[in-house]
């Protein structure tokens, strides 16, 4: 009799205990598990997370090394880090042409045409991982002769952005 007692106390409180797990009053911790290619990551309690960009101005010419306009730069000041770049550039230009027209990061373009790699990613600051970068796409567009480069970089990364804005959605913890 004892025994049936016992297996019917430890049938109910397991019940009991199922019945307040599955109603959310026990909360396990959500561990925050990124898969990725060749396994997975987990990331814990993420404490900070930021939407990055990284621009590449690829060259066709093998002799000239690839510029890289932007890196890891937040989405929501890229356009001014952009700016901030090309316009130390197009100072580099000016101070080898004395008495040209001036070019300004605004009207600055290539003679050759070239390549803009876009990549998006999610930087992640978290329990297990003190830094994790999930890219999240790339992307690249090209750029024709004579083309501004701060309206081309700039009209290319807002189309890609709110091409990829649900995959960005979906990789944000923190919302």
């Not at 008495?99 to 373009?109: H, P, W």
Request: aromatic fraction near 6%; charge should be neutral; avoid cysteine.
């Amino acid at each position: 009799m004892r025994s049936v007692i016992a297996g019917s106390t430890i049938v109910g409180i397991a019940l009991i205990l199922a019945s307040l797990i599955n109603a959310g009053v026990f909360r396990f911790k959500n561990e925050h598990i990124i898969p990725v290619d060749g396994g997975a990551v987990k990331l814990g309690e993420v404490y900070d997370e930021h939407q990055i960009v990284s621009l590449v101005l690829n060259f066709n010419d093998k002799a000239v090394p690839d510029e890289e306009l932007l890196q890891q730069a937040n989405v929501g000041n890229y356009k001014d880090a952009l700016k901030s770049k090309l316009g130390k550039l197009s100072d580099l230009i000016n101070s080898g042409n004395k008495g040209q027209d001036k070019v300004t990061a605004e009207n600055l373009s290539l003679k050759n045409p070239a390549k803009l790699e876009i990549t998006v990613a999610v930087r992640y600051r978290s329990e297990f991982q003190p830094s994790f970068t999930l890219v999240i796409s790339k992307k690249t567009v090209d750029i024709p002769a004579n083309t501004p480069i701060y309206k081309t970089s700039a009209d290319s990364l807002d189309s890609f952005l709110q091409e990829k804005k649900q995959e960005i959605d979906s990789s944000l913890y923190l919302k």
